[in-house]
């Protein structure tokens, strides 16, 4: 049952409800991340692009940062 969304139980419901969907998202977006660097990982064998980003490997750090902001995007449309 919806409430009126200028009543104060409907506007603590809207605030639940934007919460939960924060929570959703960052939870959604930190497992998302976490899976996808990790199979970038798996795939690229003949690199190890964190000792490459520790020296200062620029290349390496924007593929790193695409994939980041690529994966976030996706979250955001699923979500």
Known sequence: MLQDPNSMMGLLTQYLRAVGWS????????????????????????????????????????IFVSLIVMVGLLVYKVI
Do not use: P, Q, R, Y
């Open 23 to 62: 929570v959703a998202a960052a939870v959604g977006f930190a497992f998302g991340i976490g899976i996808a660097l990790k199979v970038f990982d798996m795939l690229s064998t003949d690199i190890d692009e964190w000792e490459e980003i520790k020296k200062g490997n620029m290349g390496v750090s924007l």
